[in-house]
């Protein structure tokens, strides 16, 4: 395992980035893009442990827990800007009109430190699956070509698989990689509330069925 500091947050906090794996295609598996929806965090954690004790062959993750650091330590969606990092990616669809706050989408797009890191980490990188673990109502959002990943996942959980979440999310991390970067990316929505066991007991394994179809069927 490598960890490294992908980047600063707005409160200058290490993003923390791990790496496991040495062959194979590369996952990127993302945590506390919101900082309220520890459901995500608390599955991002628990993959850390594991794979801290034996990882997937045929594949290089990389695992960023805690990408809105300062959202997450202050429970609260946002980071401490008050930008929704999650509308603020450079997407072609991205408008600085402010819906509301809670979708406040910055300045300008990409003006967060966050956000900055994380695209520059994926312009040398260039994963071949993302994984962004939030928490609301149970959903497996797709966007670009992952639907046996998501498929693997919903045999375990039960969870819908949809392409789009029902509502415009414009400067949204599925738009920007999943979209208009040809990078497939899985907006997996875990169930508010859900107790940190239960998350441990079936997301957890859940993620992991939905890697070894990556580890599998892509060569590398
Ligand atoms: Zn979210």
């Given at each position: 395992m490598?960890?490294?500091?992908?980047?600063?947050?707005?409160?200058?906090?290490?993003?923390?980035?791990?790496?496991?794996?040495?062959?194979?295609?590369?996952?990127?598996?993302?945590?506390?893009?919101?900082?309220?929806?520890?459901?995500?965090?608390?599955?991002?954690?628990?993959?850390?442990?594991?794979?801290?004790?034996?990882?997937?062959?045929n594949?290089?993750?990389?695992l960023?827990?805690?990408?809105?650091?300062?959202?997450?330590?202050?429970?609260?969606?946002?980071?401490?800007?008050?930008?929704?990092?999650?509308r603020?990616?450079?997407?072609?669809?991205?408008?600085?009109?402010?819906a509301?706050?809670?979708?406040h989408?910055?300045?300008?797009?990409?003006?967060?430190?966050?956000?900055?890191?994380?695209?520059?980490?994926l312009?040398?990188?260039?994963?071949?699956?993302?994984?962004?673990?939030?928490?609301?109502?149970?959903?497996?959002?797709?966007?670009?070509?992952?639907?046996?990943?998501?498929?693997?996942?919903?045999?375990?959980?039960?969870?819908?698989?949809?392409?789009?979440?029902?509502?415009?999310?414009?400067?949204?991390l599925?738009?920007?990689?999943?979209l208009?970067?040809?990078?497939?990316?899985?907006t997996?929505?875990?169930?508010?509330?859900?107790?940190?066991?239960?998350?441990?007991?079936?997301?957890?394994?859940?993620?992991?069925?939905?890697?070894?179809?990556?580890?599998?069927?892509?060569?590398?």
């Open positions: 490598k960890s490294y500091i992908l980047g600063h947050s707005r409160l200058k906090l290490p993003i923390m980035a791990y790496e496991f794996g040495s062959a194979g295609p590369r996952v990127l598996l993302i945590g506390g893009v919101h900082g309220d929806e520890s459901e995500g965090v608390v599955a991002a954690q628990a993959l850390l442990g594991v794979f801290s004790q034996s990882t997937l062959p594949l290089q993750i990389t960023i827990p805690m990408f809105n650091i300062d959202g997450v330590l202050a429970c609260r969606r946002t980071n401490s800007a008050g930008v929704d990092l999650n603020n990616l450079p997407t072609k669809d991205w408008s600085p009109e402010i509301t706050e809670r979708y989408p910055g300045p300008y797009a990409n003006s967060e430190p966050e956000n900055q890191a994380l695209t520059g980490w312009t040398t990188h260039a994963p071949r699956l993302i994984i962004s673990l939030h928490s609301w109502k149970p959903l497996l959002n797709t966007n670009g070509d992952c639907l046996r990943v998501a498929e693997a996942i919903a045999r375990h959980t039960g969870y819908p698989i949809q392409p789009s979440i029902g509502y415009p999310t414009p400067g949204c599925g738009t920007y990689t999943g208009e970067r040809g990078i497939p990316t899985l997996y929505e875990i169930e508010r509330q859900l107790s940190p066991d239960k998350i441990v007991a079936t997301h957890v394994p859940a993620i992991i069925e939905g890697l070894q179809v990556m580890a599998t069927t892509s060569p590398a």
